[in-house]
């Protein structure tokens, strides 16, 4: 993928998306997701994790990715703005169901996959761990990078502490909903079609298991850490759910994955 530098990006019109460059980051491919299959063409804006992004800072006031942003409109910055965005700007491939109880719950267990204290918010507790309870973690220069993610997500050893439990319920409750579909000869999480949850649920899974090396390059001691999910998640992970993940890809996404 070949990035737009945010100063350069700024001065273009249409859909531009900053991105997380150099790792498979989960909002971030998740977003790119949602627009690739609603076939709604974007410029990819570099985004660095951990860093200052000034440039970034200074057109959109955000210094994190994902962000969309369209024309002069303000820059959406949540998993949320950027589908009701996409669903705006194109009516093909609907992500969002058209019947209330079903957008409700899809609404509902997509926060619980990826917004606060959802699965992958407390996935970066576990991951920040071993940095941040390190006796140096508050001076030690080699791990301000972890500083700076443990703040974005308010790191404290009592979040950690209780990360899995809240991990093995998500898992719990997706392992549920698609055994439910299953029962009534459905191929996905909510309704008979496609819809946001399927994507955010095969986007995130990186964090608790993650794609093939030949789909998803990435570093070996990232890959471990992403996929070093404790013995009771990995009890309660439904192998449906992985079947589940690998189908969304074939059938929907791009592999592999570039950023």
Same mark, same amino acid.
């Given at each position: 993928?070949?990035?737009?530098?945010?100063? $350069? @990006?700024?001065?273009? #019109?249409? =859909?531009?998306?900053?991105?997380?460059? %150099?790792?498979?980051?989960? +909002? /971030?491919?998740? *977003?790119?997701?949602?627009?690739?299959?609603?076939?709604?063409?974007?410029?990819?804006?570099?985004?660095?994790?951990?860093?200052?992004?000034?440039?970034?800072?200074?057109?959109?006031?955000?210094?994190?990715?994902?962000?969309?942003?369209?024309?002069?409109?303000?820059?959406?910055?949540?998993?949320?703005?950027?589908?009701?965005?996409?669903?705006?700007?194109?009516?093909?491939?609907?992500?969002?169901?058209?019947?209330?109880?079903?957008?409700?719950?899809?609404?509902?267990?997509?926060?619980?996959?990826?917004?606060?204290?959802?699965?992958?918010?407390?996935?970066?507790?576990?991951?920040?761990?071993?940095?941040?309870?390190?006796? $140096? @973690?508050?001076?030690? #220069?080699? =791990?301000?990078?972890?500083?700076?993610? %443990?703040?974005?997500?308010? +790191? /404290?050893?009592? *979040?950690?502490?209780?990360?899995?439990?809240?991990?093995?319920?998500?898992?719990?409750?997706?392992?549920?909903?698609?055994?439910?579909?299953?029962?009534?000869?459905?191929?996905?999480?909510?309704?008979?079609?496609?819809?946001?949850?399927?994507?955010?649920?095969?986007?995130?899974?990186?964090?608790?298991?993650?794609?093939?090396?030949?789909?998803?390059?990435?570093?070996?001691?990232?890959?471990?850490?992403?996929?070093?999910?404790?013995?009771?998640?990995?009890?309660?992970?439904?192998?449906?759910?992985?079947?589940?993940?690998?189908?969304?890809?074939?059938?929907?996404?791009?592999?592999?994955?570039?950023?």
């Amino acid at each position: 993928m070949e990035y737009v530098e945010p100063e $350069d @990006a700024r001065k273009l #019109p249409g =859909l531009r998306l900053a991105l997380t460059t %150099g790792v498979p980051g989960p +909002w /971030s491919e998740a *977003a790119k997701s949602v627009f690739h299959v609603k076939k709604i063409d974007y410029v990819p804006v570099r985004q660095t994790a951990t860093e200052a992004n000034e440039e970034l800072v200074a057109w959109t006031g955000h210094r994190n990715a994902p962000q969309a942003i369209y024309d002069d409109e303000p820059p959406r910055i949540g998993w949320e703005e950027i589908l009701m965005l996409a669903e705006r700007l194109s009516s093909e491939a609907p992500l969002i169901p058209a019947d209330p109880r079903d957008r409700a719950l899809m609404f509902g267990l997509s926060h619980e996959i990826a917004s606060e204290d959802g699965l992958a918010w407390n996935r970066r507790h576990q991951l920040l761990a071993p940095m941040l309870s390190a006796p $140096d @973690a508050a001076t030690n #220069p080699a =791990l301000a990078g972890g500083r700076v993610l %443990g703040a974005n997500y308010g +790191w /404290s050893a009592d *979040a950690a502490a209780r990360a899995d439990d809240r991990v093995c319920e998500v898992l719990g409750l997706l392992s549920d909903q698609l055994a439910a579909q299953k029962k009534v000869g459905r191929e996905y999480l909510i309704g008979e079609a496609l819809s946001a949850l399927d994507i955010y649920w095969a986007t995130f899974c990186a964090l608790i298991r993650p794609l093939p090396h030949e789909q998803n390059p990435m570093p070996e001691f990232l890959r471990a850490s992403y996929g070093g999910i404790s013995e009771k998640a990995a009890d309660i992970l439904d192998e449906d759910l992985i079947a589940h993940r690998d189908l969304v890809y074939e059938k929907h996404l791009q592999l592999p994955l570039d950023f």
